[in-house]
């Protein structure tokens, strides 16, 4: 069974750049998220869908940051500009159901973004 | 809200045992993850606890102290595949699967 497929593996931008990141969550999942991890941290979600709902985005700048899940499928989220802050690691993931404890996320490889 | 503690840094000799602590606070528990994650790759998932108690896999177990705030993940003979972080997570007080993640321990396993 494939995992959860993310691209670009790897991207650098200057600053006030757009970039966006794709992910293809695990068949079946019908939840998916987003996460960023900084260097030395733990991962911190940005958002969650519910299909192509977003049910928690509370995480999410939004004067920057937009996502979407057309089709409750494939999503993007998109950095627009980026700014030096941005440079992390986000990590789309995807679990079977929501609401139901003990529910295994499943993480993608990651999207490496480094902002100069 | 959720507050989680873990160390930051240990090492660990390789055939050893190592245990790794995690201290959390919730309101409203929703059970405990454990994830590895190597440098550069993805968090994997390790153990779920909802339990007070042990649950053993292979040369990894976990231990849960609800009444405690407490959490360890037990690493016994140790190989040197098993440097990597260790995450302690828990779900957030919406209490759907958002999880809340600890900064990590970076574990070091040296021969």
């Known amino acids: 069974e494939a995992g959860v497929v993310q691209s670009p593996r790897y991207k650098i931008i200057e600053k006030k750049q757009p970039v966006a990141f794709w992910c293809n969550p695990i068949?079946?999942?019908?939840?998916l998220y987003w996460y960023r991890q900084n260097l030395g941290q733990g991962p911190e979600l940005l958002i969650r869908?519910?299909?192509?709902?977003?049910?928690?985005d509370s995480q999410l700048p939004k004067d920057r940051f937009s996502a979407e899940r057309l089709k409750g499928v494939d999503s993007t989220l998109k950095i627009q500009p980026a700014e030096l802050g941005d440079s992390a690691v986000y990590l789309c993931?995807?679990?079977?159901?929501?609401?139901?404890?003990?529910?295994?996320?499943?993480f993608g490889e990651g999207s490496w973004l480094t902002v100069v | 809200g959720q507050n989680i503690d873990q160390p930051t840094e240990m090492t660990a000799t390789e055939g050893a045992i190592v245990q790794i602590n995690c201290t959390y606070q919730?309101?409203?528990?929703?059970?405990l993850f454990w994830y590895q994650q190597h440098a550069g790759e993805a968090p994997t998932f390790l153990s779920y606890?909802?339990?007070?108690g042990l649950e053993e896999k292979g040369r990894f177990s976990s231990f849960l102290s609800r009444s405690k705030g407490y959490s360890y993940l037990l690493l016994k003979e140790l190989q040197m595949k098993d440097s990597a972080s260790y995450l302690c997570?828990?779900?957030?007080?919406?209490?759907?699967?958002?999880?809340?993640f600890g900064t990590g321990t970076r574990l070091t396993v040296i021969p």
């Open positions: 869908y519910e299909n192509e709902e977003a049910v928690d």
């Open positions: 068949s079946g999942h019908n939840t």
């Open positions: 606890n909802v339990l007070d």
């Open positions: 993931a995807s679990s079977p159901r929501d609401g139901i404890s003990g529910n295994t996320i499943y």
């Open positions: 919730t309101s409203g528990f929703n059970g």
């Open positions: 997570a828990v779900p957030d007080q919406t209490g759907a699967n958002n999880l809340f």
